[in-house]
Every structure is written in C-alpha cells, then in structure tokens.
C-alpha cells in the first residue's frame, strides 16, 4: 500500500538557518509527490510538486525539493528560514489507485524557528 | 477569485447528535474532496466526488458518515450520532477535473473544528 512517513514530528531551527524537513514515500510506480504548509487556523496551501522531470522542482516561498528514487524520498529544503515559516508541513503523494486524485498525506512535521 | 469555503468553521455537538457540514468548492470545479485531520490518525481521505457522484468512498470511516453533492457544486458531510472520536478538522478540497495528475492542483478550505462533548 502507499504510504508516506515523515519522521521529524517537530523541528526548530533559528531564524536565517537553513532547513531540510524529510519525506519518505513508499510507492510501486513514480510518484506525484507534493509538500503542503498549514498556518495556524488555514487551510493547506501547496508549496511545490513532482510530477516528472528534473527532479529538482521550486517551489512558493523559496522553498525547493529534490526527488530521490534511490532513497524513496522527497526533501524540502529552504537556504534561509524565516519566522513566517513556522507552520506544520505535510508531504503528500497522490494515490494510484482508481484514478480519483485523492492524496495520502504523512504525519506532519511541526516547524518552530527562533529568534 | 474566491477560494474553497466551508461552513461552520467551528462546530461543538453532544455525543449522539448529529451535524452537517458544508463545503463550497471554487466556482468550475468539478472534483471535491473530502480529509480529515485529527492529532491521532493524521490527515486522511474520508470520500471523493466527480460532479455529483462519488466513486471512491473508501475513506468513510463507518455507516454513520455520508455526503452528498448537488448541482456539481455545494457539497455536504454528515454525520449521525456523532461520538468523541469523531472530534477532528474536516477538510474539504476541490480541483479543476477530475483524475489528479499535474494539472490538477488541490485547492484547500480552512476546515471546520468538530467538537464532540
């Protein structure tokens, strides 16, 4: 079964550090794989997605990810933190089966940054 | 333009009662989804709709959740005889078609609070 496994449940970084949030998918074909953020009280806004290609992809914010098929694993990673990051951040890859478009979403990883 | 909404943004219920909530996808959107986000399971799919029906309703966690959508748009999920775990965010999505793949973004309401005492 598909399934998404974010191992960092909560994380906190200093303002203008760098970050790196991990990703693990498990998924029979090549994924569409993507990274949501949720501010306090909103919704999930969508930060970046893979679908094919470079593997490489930019996203909102500043924000990038690389897609590693070796590893299964899909990384979000920004140079330079800033304290507006701080949000909860689900990686997510689009279910296979029945052509539907829903979404399996990890646990989350909570982000704090620092003053 | 406007985005998805969803109403009531919170909603605190007695066990046993029942509730509705609704979702307004964006104007055209002809998929609408439905998640839920509870701090014990996570972010889960609950039921999938393409126009007015609902092919994919795998997600529904027991007979006493249902939905329904009505003139491809406006879409409703109840649920009877609520009990505490079904205390949660109720998240409703929309997409341009149906099917995902690259050009079909999901586009996220801010969820309605359940609170079941």
């Known amino acids: 079964a598909q399934s998404v496994t974010q191992p960092d449940i909560h994380i906190t970084v200093s303002e203008g550090a760098s970050l790196e949030l991990r990703c693990n998918y498990s998924?029979?074909?090549?994924?569409?794989l993507f990274w949501y953020v949720q501010s306090p009280g909103q919704g999930l806004q969508l930060l970046l997605k893979?679908?094919?290609?470079?593997?490489l992809v930019q996203g909102i914010k500043g924000f990038e990810a690389e897609f590693k098929r070796s590893q299964s694993s899909f990384n979000l990673r920004k140079p330079s933190v800033h304290w507006s990051d701080a949000a909860e951040y689900f990686c997510?890859?689009?279910?296979?089966?029945?052509?539907?478009?829903?979404?399996?979403f990890g646990q989350g990883t909570t982000l704090q940054v620092k003053p | 333009g406007a985005g998805v909404s969803q109403s009531p943004s919170n909603k605190v219920t007695e066990k046993g009662k029942d509730v509705e909530l609704r979702c307004d996808p964006i104007?055209?959107?002809?998929?609408l989804y439905w998640y839920r986000q509870s701090l014990g399971q996570g972010l889960e799919f609950l039921i999938y709709?393409?126009?007015?029906?609902?092919?994919?309703k795998s997600g529904l966690p027991s007979d006493r959740f249902s939905a329904e959508r009505t003139g491809g748009s406006v879409s409703t999920l109840t649920i009877q005889r609520t009990q505490q775990e079904d205390s949660a965010v109720y998240l409703c999505?929309?997409?341009?078609?149906?099917?995902?793949?690259?050009?079909?973004?999901?586009?996220f309401g801010p969820g309605t609070r359940l609170t079941v005492l």
């Open positions: 999505a929309s997409s341009r078609t149906s099917g995902g793949g690259p050009y079909n973004e999901q586009f």
């Open positions: 998924y029979g074909a090549t994924p569409y």
């Open positions: 893979y679908f094919s290609g470079d593997t």
């Open positions: 997510a890859v689009e279910s296979g089966s029945g052509n539907t478009g829903k979404l399996i």
């Open positions: 104007s055209g959107h002809t998929a």
């Open positions: 709709f393409q126009g007015n029906s609902a092919p994919d």
